[in-house]
């Protein structure tokens, strides 16, 4: 096998809250208060809807706000991914993945691991060139039962919310996170920086008419016929977990174009300062050169 290859659950489509629009020659961010599934292939026209998408979009009187989930692990870190990461928005590679204590960082040296002082600490983060990027990923088709959806954001709301419940409901269901009934949930809510607009992030909930305990005396009945069943969950986490270790970098290089997009354009708090008005803005661009002179810098003040 090659070394240093990161293996991620395997992406069937993508979950997001927010659409791209072409204005004037120039892709632009645009919110949304409804979730959309696409495939992993575009058109001139942007992301092509996924047919789960029309499906549950049938039995949600026209608004997706809602969309039946399972997790695929029981670990929740295994199910949600978030680090701080800076992108370099010209060849869409990571330059620099931290989780807030140690970072990992490309130089002209190979990739370096260095502390990491966070965002606003960091001097190569400056004017908000770093952000919080998480990954979710979630099965929602029993066809492919390792096949996933995956919901990128940079919005905290977001990030928290599901980092919070996923370890709740592996708390209360003695870790059998992926035996339990859950939905996304889309929440809206109106803040000071957000000029009282409602802005959008993302909750993961049971679905509607189960209970807790409904869900927890489920998900031990199905972890029983499973483990029946020769199925080993154990074992294949462990080889997800080392998958994901595999390389310094688990981002793939052609996500980086669609960060501040599509997927995480989607009325989260990443961009509410920027939101006075509701007009669309030009995506953020940062130039090169620029970003490798304070990657020097930094990585010298570090030293």
């Known amino acids: ?23 004037d020659g120039k892709r632009l961010p645009a ?6 599934i696409t495939s992993q292939v575009q058109n001139k026209d942007g992301w092509i809807n996924h047919p789960l998408d029309e499906k549950l ?35 869409g590679r990571p330059l620099c993945v931290g ?21 606003d600490r960091c001097p190569l ?35 928290r919310t599901l980092a919070a419940r996923l370890r709740y409901f592996a708390a209360v269901s003695s870790n059998k996170l ?22 959008y992030f993302v909750d993961l909930t049971l679905r509607d008419g189960v209970t807790l305990k409904e869900a927890v005396s489920d998900a031990q009945a199905i972890n029983h016929e499973l483990s029946e ?5 154990a074992a294949l986490e462990a080889t997800a977990k080392q998958g994901y270790v595999n390389s310094c970098f688990e981002i793939d290089s052609e996500e980086a174009y669609e960060v501040d997009a599509f997927d995480s354009s989607d009325g989260d708090d990443q961009n509410v300062e ?18 490798k002179q304070a990657l020097q810098q930094s990585v010298t003040a570090v030293s």
């Open 125 to 159: 983060a400056q004017g908000g060139a770093c952000k919080p990027y998480g990954r979710l990923y979630v099965n929602l088709s029993e066809d492919d039962e390792l096949g996933t959806f995956i919901f990128r954001t940079t919005g905290f709301n977001s990030i």
């Open 229 to 233: 069943h020769g199925f080993d969950q």
């Open 99 to 119: 989780d807030g204590e140690l970072c990992q960082r490309r130089t002209d040296n190979g990739v370096e691991q260095m502390p990491c002082p966070s965002p």
């Open 178 to 199: 992926s035996c339990l009934p859950l939905q996304l949930t889309l929440r809206g809510k109106s803040t000071t920086q957000s000029y009282r607009t409602p802005i």
């Open 274 to 291: 920027d939101q006075k008005d509701n007009s669309p803005k030009p995506l953020p661009m940062h130039d090169v050169t620029s970003i």
């Open 31 to 36: 919110k949304d208060d409804q979730f959309t």
């Open 57 to 91: 979009r049938a039995h949600s009187e026209g608004k997706l706000r809602q969309i039946p989930v399972r997790m695929l692990f029981n670990d929740p870190e295994l199910n949600l991914r978030a680090e701080y990461t800076l992108f370099d928005r010209q060849t």
């Open 1 to 23: 096998m090659i070394k240093g290859l990161t293996i991620t659950p395997p992406v069937l489509g993508r979950i997001s809250i927010g659409r791209v629009i072409v204005k």
